[in-house]
Every structure is written in structure tokens, then in C-alpha cells.
């Protein structure tokens, strides 16, 4: 469904909502929005909720589902908002937005007699075990990966999900395994984990004062400014990338 703006939106939930109300739909799909957020993407144009004669945000499910779009290709697909701004352009004229198709889909709305049940789930930790059976690769490649500093256990924390391994050890585990199908194995993996960690620190010196600037909305601009920031180091890293080889090709 697209979350497009006036009718034609889903009816589940009230008819217009207050800002808590929404956070409080949203949140299980998505545990870290905040209210903080939900205002930074307002004020970035990306929902307009109307307003009361005395200033108070009303929200549409329309609305609801607009953010849900934009909130799931910033999970999914890690897209900074000024693309996002154009795709939902295009879903405002009744086009077809480039990543929808096997991209996120708007989740079923929580009715208002729900609100209360659902729990923000937490962050998955795996064990040693069940990343070996996740990423499908044996205990040899598993300590060579973490000999070489490319996968290693997250320490559990109060407050934080348990100690294990993450989501992202999956993904950089099963691609090891298929990197080695060609015979690159994770001693020729260090320097992407070296150029990473650069990368990292660049965007770090640019995102970290904004991160600390005193308004509410520092934490959510921050967020969106290292986004933007990552999505241009991936593009930059793969134009090299291919001018290389066109170069050796030549």
C-alpha cells in the first residue's frame, strides 16, 4: 500500500490521532522512534499532519502510514531523506517509487484497543552456535574471521540485549563464506574492515557535534546526517571500486 497523502488510506485506528498516540503505533515495529524523531521528519516536509486551532498535531492514518514508509527505507535500506523526499513525490503523482518492490511493507495498524499489549522487541542476540547455522559456515572460518577483527561477540549490558552476536556478524560472516567460494579468504578481508573504520571516523568528526548540540531534535538530525554521510561513502567506494578495474581492464 502506498502512503500516499489525503484519502484513500487505510480506516484502521482513530480517525486522527495525537503525536503519543502514534508513537505508541509505531513503536513496535520500530523501538527506537521518539517523539523527537516523529517532529524532525515533520519538519523535513516528510508528513503534514494538520493542526488544531490551538497548534496541537493531528495525525491521519494516512499520515501513519507515510511515516511507517519512511521509517522502513531508512531500516531497510539505510536511504538518506532526500531520497526518500523524492520517492514519496512519486507516490504522490501515483508512481511507483524505485525500492518498494521487495522493500518494506507498510505494517498492519495496531487498533487504538491494542495500543496497550505490544512490548518493543528487542534486539536479537545470537549464539556461537546459531551463527555458525545462520550464516552457514563452519568454526574454521568463524575464528579466522574473528582473528582477523572482522566478527566478534557484542557484551551484554543493563538495559541492552544479552551478550552474542549480532545481526551484522551474520551478514559479514555469510559473506565471507561466499567471498571465499572465489578464493578470497579473511586475511585479504582486513583492509575493508581497515577502510570501514576510517570511513567511520570521518563521518564520526562531522555527525558527533550535531549528536551534542542542545535541542531535542539534535539526536534525530544526527541520525539522518550520518545516513547521508554512509550512503555517499558507499557510493564513492563503489565508483572506485569499478574506475579500478575498468582501469586494469584497459
Do not use: W
Not at 131 to 139: G, H, K, W
Amino acid at each position: 500500500m502506498s502512503p500516499a497523502r489525503g484519502e484513500g488510506a487505510r480506516a484502521s485506528g482513530p480517525a486522527s490521532m495525537n503525536i503519543g498516540a502514534v508513537l505508541a503505533l509505531l513503536r513496535p515495529d520500530f523501538p527506537d522512534i521518539s517523539i523527537s524523531k516523529i517532529r524532525f521528519l515533520e519538519d523535513q516536509g516528510l508528513v503534514e499532519p494538520e493542526r488544531t486551532a490551538s497548534g496541537y498535531r493531528k495525525f491521519s492514518p494516512a499520515d501513519v502510514d507515510r511515516l511507517r514508509y519512511v521509517l522502513g527505507v531508512q531500516r531497510d535500506h539505510y536511504l538518506p531523506l532526500r531520497v526518500i523526499r523524492d520517492h514519496l513525490e512519486r507516490l504522490d503523482q501515483g508512481l511507483e517509487p524505485p525500492v518498494t518492490r521487495g522493500g518494506p511493507r507498510a505494517p498492519r495498524l495496531v487498533s487504538s484497543s491494542e495500543q496497550h499489549e505490544p512490548e518493543p522487541p528487542q534486539e536479537r542476540r545470537l549464539s556461537r552456535a546459531q551463527l555458525l547455522a545462520s550464516a552457514q559456515i563452519d568454526e574454521a572460518l568463524l575464528a579466522d574471521l574473528e582473528s582477523h577483527g572482522l566478527v566478534s561477540p557484542r557484551t551484554g549490558t543493563p538495559g541492552t540485549p544479552s551478550a552474542g552476536y549480532d545481526e551484522d556478524a551474520v551478514l559479514i560472516a555469510a559473506t565471507a563464506r561466499q567471498l571465499a567460494d572465489f578464493g578470497i579468504g579473511a586475511r585479504h578481508l582486513r583492509s575493508f574492515r581497515s577502510a570501514a573504520d576510517r570511513e567511520a571516523g570521518l563521518v564520526e568528526q562531522v555527525v558527533n557535534p550535531v549528536r551534542h548540540q542542545r535541542n531535542p531534535e539534535s539526536a534525530a538530525r544526527a541520525e539522518e546526517l550520518g545516513r547521508e554521510l554512509t550512503a555517499l561513502c558507499l557510493r564513492l567506494h563503489a565508483v572506485l571500486v569499478k574506475t579500478a578495474l575498468d582501469r586494469a581492464g584497459h
